[in-house]
């Protein structure tokens, strides 16, 4: 399963409203249900708030990747949330987050979930991805983004 599968450009949501942590998760998880015909709105924002009171996902430069599991979703999801003005995120490093990548799986998709996890920090090891993803204003090419950086990451491997 790749990235780009997972986060389609219907699921990307460019230019976030949202100013805080809370806020931008059900922005997120409205565009996701929204898209998606989903009345799991409820489960999901649980387990992410859930996932979240472990530790802060906001890990640095910006970039957060907030996931949870349950099982009122029946396959892995992503949904992508670009702020152009920054979230009060409670990152570890304490600086605002302009790239969310939301990862969303059933309970017994936990293998696939920490690929995409481990898949998704490669990518972000690569500081130009980061810099053209938040650049973009338009879902289609942020999807192409990720397609790019993605197609890079696996033919290095």
Do not use: W
């Amino acid at each position: 399963m790749f990235l780009y599968e997972i986060f389609p450009p219907g699921l990307i949501k460019i230019g976030l409203e949202s100013d805080d942590k809370d806020e931008v998760f059900e922005e997120m998880v409205d565009q996701f249900c929204q898209v998606e015909r989903s009345d799991a709105r409820d489960e999901i924002l649980e387990a992410l708030r859930e996932r979240e009171s472990k530790m802060s996902t906001g890990i640095h430069k910006g970039i957060a990747i907030p996931h949870g599991k349950t099982n009122a979703i029946d396959k892995v999801y992503g949904i992508l949330g670009i702020s152009k003005k920054g979230i009060d995120y409670d990152a570890l490093d304490g600086q605002p987050v302009y790239l969310l990548f939301m990862l969303l799986a059933p309970q017994k998709d936990s293998e696939k979930h920490l690929r995409l996890l481990k898949r998704l920090a490669g990518l972000l090891d690569d500081t130009q991805f980061y810099t053209e993803l938040v650049a973009q204003t338009d879902p289609q090419a942020a999807h192409g983004v990720i397609k790019k950086y993605e197609d890079i990451f696996v033919a290095s491997y």
